[in-house]
């Protein structure tokens, strides 16, 4: 069998292409990688403003990968275990679709899931103020995060976070979020 | 005391802290992935700095992004120096440059300026 038939990157490319996939990356998310989604999403055609919240959504989720996501592997460079997943930005007419997906150890998917649907019922004014007793509480044992990823995507976006479980296997699930971020500038 | 310097790179910010002059600057995108390894030596040389009291000094934030974890560690130097000025007779001006237009890096600033009891200057460039 040729290597064409076992992989046809044509077809990929016309997959990606109609879902309208700008940006995808699955593997280890080391800091190089990260640096790399930052340059890319400088050419980013609409403001300043929305680059940068594309951007801090995007590294926010690869950080959660880094550092959270169940399935890890050991790099070289970095000198420690980072964790595998995949983020992929897609758009419509008039949104970018920003998802992430990884695994996670299956008791960690409720307490997610409870903090997610808080954080999506809150208006703008509370969000900020959660967020701001959130940075002044002291740093979580064992966690190199803020435990501010989930309310800067729904702040930087506008719009809620969402959560989708798959199965896995028998100790973990495949943990996806997604953000919609609006290609014009609200305010 | 020497001056604590670090070179910005395409994930961590400039640093610059002068001894001497009292100016202290940090400037770029920070997103380490282990901010408190990264910031770790910023609060040393910060703690040995604070040492001696009535000291004038002036806090340069420029940055054009940082991430939620940088976020905690800002909040953490502003507190030392919040403490600085209450307790010690310092004197601390903050002041927090945002790329002209840039409502998310301003809001930002407010909130820091919100958090802390110190002179905060939000200056567009």
């Known amino acids: ?187 | 005391m020497e001056n604590f310097h670090i070179d910005g790179s395409t994930y961590i910010p400039r640093i610059d802290f002068n001894a001497e002059t009292g100016v202290l600057e940090i400037e770029g995108e920070s997103y380490h992935e282990y901010t408190t390894e990264f910031f770790g030596p910023i609060f040393s040389w910060l703690e040995d700095y604070l040492e001696e009291s009535g000291k004038e000094i002036t806090m340069n934030f420029k940055m054009s992004y940082f991430n939620t974890s940088s976020s905690r560690r800002f909040l953490e130097i502003l507190t030392l120096l919040e403490e600085y000025q209450n307790n010690k007779e310092g004197k601390v001006v903050v002041n927090w440059y945002y790329e002209e237009n840039d409502v998310d890096m301003l809001e930002s600033g407010e909130e820091y300026a919100d958090d802390v009891e110190l002179t905060f200057n939000l200056l567009p460039y």
């Open chain 1, 1 to 187: 069998m040729g290597y064409m038939e076992h992989f046809s990157v044509k077809t990929f490319k016309q997959q990606l292409a109609m879902k309208k996939i700008s940006l995808a990356f699955q593997g280890i998310f080391s800091q190089d990688v990260l640096a790399l989604i930052g340059k890319s999403l400088r050419n980013t055609p609409e403001s300043r403003v929305i680059a940068k919240r594309l951007f801090a959504i995007v590294i926010e989720m690869a950080q959660n990968i880094h550092h959270y996501s169940a399935e890890k592997q050991y790099s070289e460079k970095d000198g420690r275990d980072i964790g595998v997943g995949i983020v992929a930005i897609a758009e419509d007419d008039h949104h970018y679709i920003i998802t992430s997906g990884n695994c996670i150890v299956k008791t960690e998917v409720p307490p997610l899931i409870e903090r997610a649907n808080y954080i999506n019922g809150l208006s703008p004014e509370k969000l900020k103020e959660f967020y701001r007793e959130q940075r002044k509480a002291p740093q979580r044992e064992g966690k190199p995060g803020a435990n501010l990823g989930f309310i800067d995507m729904v702040r930087k976006s506008g719009n809620p976070i969402e959560i989708n479980i798959k199965e896995y296997d028998e100790t973990r699930s495949f943990f996806i979020l997604s953000v919609r971020v609006n290609k014009e500038l609200q305010n």
